[in-house]
């Protein structure tokens, strides 16, 4: 068994954690190994255990609960990635670089920093990095985002009126198709079915599954059937209530259940 817990990145991403043997609580900051290096994260709930056999490899371990000091750190990086997003965003101008720069994230130790951006094409940044490098004495490094990375990174709100899903809680972006908006009968205007990001929005996945299912017991759109009051045309479906409403041949139209055909 394996002492796991979840820990809250400074990307957003919330990941599990080998624990060790460390004793930690909800709202704890703790110091965490991750792939880029050490950086400060926020413990989401109490350890718990899950079987060896469920992981392909190790995981990350918790290295240690964060200090004082750690916490002092974090706050001096914190003013430190302004003024260095603020450098790199001027040297971009002025060499002409195609790109946009989303995010600067420097991690606590100051070992290397971290710069986030967008662009349609490969960019040369080779000089850039040099000047950054000279600028800040350390480690640089320069990573291709995606425009829903982006969105997930700088957050902001939906058309819902709330904080981005990817944001909030969600760990990756799964596939989400038009396909997925015509079960749920909504209207295919890009302006309404697409997010902040520009790509479709993630809950059109959320309820796909319960209308393909509810669709199973419906009949499909366009086909003839007979009811009680004669026959007709199927021209509406109302999957949540279960309902159809059927264009009689003899004028008229019916609303009917599923359970009534």
């Known amino acids: 068994m394996i002492r796991l817990v979840f820990v809250k990145l400074p990307n957003g991403k919330t990941e599990e954690f080998d624990a060790t043997q460390l004793s930690l609580e909800a709202r704890e900051d703790v110091i965490v190994e991750t792939e880029k290096g050490s950086v400060l994260g926020k413990v989401l709930a109490p350890p718990h255990e899950k079987e060896k056999r469920f992981f392909l490899k190790s995981p990350k371990k918790v290295i240690r609960k964060a200090t004082t000091e750690d916490l002092g750190q974090f706050q001096e ?4 990635e302004k003024e260095a997003f603020q450098f790199c965003l001027q040297k ?7 790109m946009k720069l989303v995010k600067t994230e420097i991690l606590i130790d100051r070992s290397k920093a971290l710069f986030y951006f967008t662009s349609e094409k490969r960019i040369d940044f080779r000089e850039l990095v040099r000047d950054l490098a000279a600028q800040f004495k350390m480690r640089i490094e320069m990573r291709q985002i995606g425009v829903r990375d982006e969105a997930k990174m700088v957050c902001g709100l939906g058309n819902c009126g709330r904080e981005f899903c990817c944001a909030k809680f969600m760990n990756r972006f799964e596939l989400v198709s038009v396909k997925m908006a015509k079960e749920q009968n909504l209207a295919l ?17 959320y309820e796909f599954p319960t209308y393909v299912e509810l669709k199973k017991e419906l009949p499909k759109m366009g086909k003839y059937i007979v009811t009680r009051s004669g026959k007709g045309k199927i021209i509406r479906q109302n999957v949540l209530n279960q309902t159809v409403t059927v264009e009689l041949e003899e004028g008229g139209e019916i609303t009917i259940h599923v359970s009534e055909l």
């Open 77 to 80: 990086n914190q003013q430190l």
């Open 92 to 98: 971009t101008r002025e060499k002409g670089l195609n």
């Open 189 to 205: 205007n890009p302006t309404k079915i697409s997010g902040v990001c520009g790509r479709l929005m993630c809950c059109l996945s």
